[in-house]
């Protein structure tokens, strides 16, 4: 069975809104009645369903994204004990439609979810390379801890809303060429939750909610990159009433390190080397996140040479695998020489057969002698 978010066209952190719009959308096009006599279009529709069926649940989502299809006992025939087949006609008819097949009432809307939010944290590369733990401090609204996020008075509790019955909408029927439509609405009295607030709060004034600050413990996992972001469920701003609050969204932001350059899982280091180091051979040291370590440099080695340190670089966000450290070599020319050492230079050059500028009248003295 393939990815669930994949079937539905979706990202692992979509909204309850943006899935429910792909399983429309998808629940349209691959219907079996818009498609006769195609049977993959009809392989396609219950994939979609049994994704649709798992993903709209916040609790089978859950252990969906933690434990996969084992964890809400998907396979054939899955979806928890009801297949396909068990998908309701009001979920098809509300895909198509956007509404109730039989125009029955539904049941208490409830308390509203809460918006997402998000937060940043700044990691040096070591963070980033072996995890963190990281204390963040969210200023947004939280629970009133007066009224435990009822919005009641202590003492005193919701009520039905008298004007739409406890359903929170407001429904009218009207005729259209495909018979009677029944069309809903939010109830203007109670805001869509079914019910009333006899006595407000006096301290959140019956919304559940006062503005605050809360600090929240983010696990960073080892391998992470720079600009992704940590999804923490239902630790987001708290909802009017004691709805279901947001999520929590943090960001992570890795702070440049001027030892590394990250590709990927690899790391380059840029090391400079003296043209003797380089001529003759050198055992350098070499920094890495894991502490020192040596490099043997052969003689004779080149500009852009690049020797790699296996296992020395950024673990893999899904294994346990590590990247390697690149180290690429820079061959130094010194820019000044004390006269004795470019005598030596001289007698070298003169072995290897080399020609080179007259220590007296050199290459830089005809070329200003040229323009005098």
Not at 182 to 206: D, F
Not at 346 to 352: D, I, N, P, S
Request: net charge negative; glycine share 14%.
């Amino acid at each position: 069975m393939p990815d669930y978010y994949d079937v539905l066209g979706v990202d692992r952190t979509a909204t309850d809104d943006e899935i429910k719009r792909a399983y429309r959308r998808l629940a349209r096009q691959h219907h079996p009645d818009a498609n006769p006599g195609d049977p993959e279009a009809e392989v396609r529709f219950k994939e979609i369903a049994v994704a649709y069926e798992t993903l709209r649940d916040p609790e089978r989502r859950r252990r969906y994204d933690m434990f996969g299809e084992a964890g809400v006992g998907a396979g054939p025939g899955g979806m928890g004990g009801m297949g396909p087949e068990g998908f309701g006609l009001n979920d098809l008819f509300d895909a198509f439609f956007g509404g109730d097949v039989f125009g029955t009432r539904r049941g208490p809307a409830g308390p509203a979810r809460a918006p997402d939010f998000e937060t940043w944290v700044d990691l040096t590369l070591s963070d980033a390379a072996f995890g963190a733990t990281r204390t963040v401090e969210v200023r947004m609204p939280v629970a009133c801890d007066r009224c435990q996020g009822s919005g009641c008075e202590p003492g005193t509790h919701p009520e039905r809303c008298d004007t739409c019955g406890g359903t929170g909408e407001l429904r009218q029927v009207r005729r259209s060429l495909l018979g009677q439509v029944v069309t809903a609405a939010p109830c203007h009295t109670c805001g869509g939750t079914g019910s009333r607030i006899p006595s407000p709060c006096h301290q959140c004034r019956g919304d559940g909610r006062v503005a605050g600050a809360r600090e929240i413990e983010v696990q960073v996992p080892a391998g992470i990159h720079d600009g992704q972001r940590l999804l923490l469920r239902g630790q987001g701003p708290a909802a009017p009433r004691g709805g279901v609050p947001g999520d929590l969204y943090v960001g992570v932001h890795v702070e440049p390190d001027p030892r590394f350059e990250r590709q990927g899982d690899d790391l380059l280091h840029v090391r400079r080397v003296p043209m003797t180091q380089a001529a003759l051979g050198a055992q350098l040291v070499i920094e890495t996140l894991d502490g020192d370590e040596e490099l043997a440099v052969p003689p004779g080695t080149q500009t852009g040479r690049v020797f790699r340190l296996k296992g020395r670089g950024m673990p893999t966000t899904h294994g346990s695998r590590r990247g390697d450290l690149l180290v690429e070599v820079r061959v130094e020319v010194p820019e000044r020489l004390r006269p004795e050492e470019a005598e030596l230079l001289r007698q070298f050059a003169a072995l290897r057969g080399e020609e080179v500028a007259d220590a007296e009248h050199g290459l830089f003295s005809r070329i200003r002698s040229a323009f005098q």
